[in-house]
């Protein structure tokens, strides 16, 4: 029992340190309780303390999406009620931490021979954690949500090396000083003083890193992220011309900026219809640029923001990374029982990821939900 408790602990520590929650600072010891539970253990029952650190993690860090299946799309679909809603969270938790239960299980086979060189332990951990991360990531069920980088989105020095190695070398980082923490705390002689040392180099890095980051030479760019507040029981059923009345309204005393709406701000495929004229005209008029989010139905369809600067212009970003089971059915032979999950409809994958580029600001890129 004291084990499982250990790894349900690093689970809440885990979450607690996502955007959002407690702080960044807790990812820095939050597997320790779990490597602290695996001593010892068996493959197998070290494969279900992994399980259910991330079932832990996971189910907290998206807690949100429970009320979103129990309630809002038994509401607005009403293809469902909402207690199946509660048993789809649940089996989503499932799915999720399924990878680290390898984690757990390949750990169980070689933690008693690299416990005995610290220096190999030190690299084996981290490397481990690393491919099964990546494995939660790809295929049809591929989902990156929660991953532990996201702790780090406030310091801006670290998240540099996501240039380099992307957000799998900051997961190894963290991975790499959370074994090297646990290592020192089954020392005789540890002292408190050096993970106050190693946490000091760490965030002083950080801020010397982010403090000589270049700055803009001259010029400012403003940016508006316009929040309609649109309750999502009635997100659905709010006409296209109630919403570009209510985006007219909001930005009428907007001049000289770049607006941001939400993902699907508008719930048709606004490139077919007079809402597409109104939008230039009020972006020419008022020297405004404007993302806009909206699906679109061609020959395939996509989960799109488009960019208006006068006029439509060709530079969007259609969602690569669909969100399993609501914007895509993953495996249809497997998992087709699931499809009454389908959100406002099923979508293709975006082909490429998009820099958008725009005068007089800095390039940038955007991503709708994950």
């Known amino acids: 029992m004291g084990k499982m408790l ?5 689970g809440i ?3 607690l340190s996502m955007p959002g929650f407690l702080s960044g600072v807790l990812i820095w010891f939050s597997l320790i309780p779990l490597l602290k539970a695996m001593e010892r253990k068996s493959p197998l029952w070290c494969g279900f303390l992994s ?4 079932y832990t993690h996971i189910s907290i860090s998206f807690y949100w999406v429970f009320p979103t299946l129990t309630e809002n799309f038994p509401e607005v679909f009403g293809r469902f009620p909402g207690w199946v809603g509660g048993v789809v969270f649940f089996l989503m938790g ?3 931490a399924l990878p680290f239960l390898g984690f757990g299980i390949l750990y169980g086979i070689f933690s008693k021979r690299v416990r005995r060189n610290p220096k190999l332990e030190l690299f084996f951990v981290p490397s481990l954690y690393l491919l099964f991360e990546y494995l939660r990531g790809i295929g049809d069920l591929g989902f990156t949500g929660g991953r532990l980088s996201d702790a780090l989105y406030k310091n801006v020095g670290i998240v540099q090396l996501a240039s380099v190695g992307g957000t799998l070398l900051l997961v190894f980082i963290i991975v790499l000083v959370n074994t090297l923490f646990y290592i020192l705390m089954r020392k005789r ?3 408190l003083l050096y993970i106050f040392m190693v946490l000091g180099v760490i965030y002083t890095l950080d801020a010397v890193i982010g403090w000589y980051l270049p700055l803009p030479e001259n010029g400012s760019a403003k940016i508006v992220a316009l929040q309609p507040n649109v309750p999502v029981k009635v997100k659905y059923s709010v006409s296209e011309k109630e919403l570009l009345e209510k985006f007219t309204r909001l930005t009428q005393n907007l001049r000289n900026a770049l607006v941001v709406t939400p993902e699907a701000f508008f719930m048709t495929d606004i490139s077919r219809t007079n809402t597409k004229e109104v939008l230039e005209r009020i972006s020419s008029e008022r020297n405004l640029r404007i993302l806009v989010g909206f699906p679109t139905f061609g020959k395939k369809k996509y989960n799109q923001v488009s960019l208006i600067d006068g006029k439509f212009s060709n530079q969007h970003y259609a ?3 669909l969100f399993p089971f609501v914007e895509k059915l993953p495996y249809p032979f497997i998992f087709r029982m699931f499809s009454f999950l389908k959100a406002l409809d099923y979508f293709d994958p975006g082909e490429k990821y ?3 580029k725009i005068e007089n600001f800095p390039p940038f890129s955007v991503q709708i939900c994950f």
């Not at 250990?6 to 690093?10: F, H, K, R």
């Not at 399980?51 to 991330?54: H, M």
């Open 6 to 10: 250990l790894a349900i602990l690093s």
């Open 13 to 15: 520590l885990t979450a």
């Open 51 to 54: 399980f259910l650190y991330f």
């Open 94 to 96: 499932i799915i999720e």
């Open 189 to 191: 002689y540890f002292r």
């Open 319 to 321: 969602k690569v990374r």
């Open 354 to 356: 998009t820099v958008f």
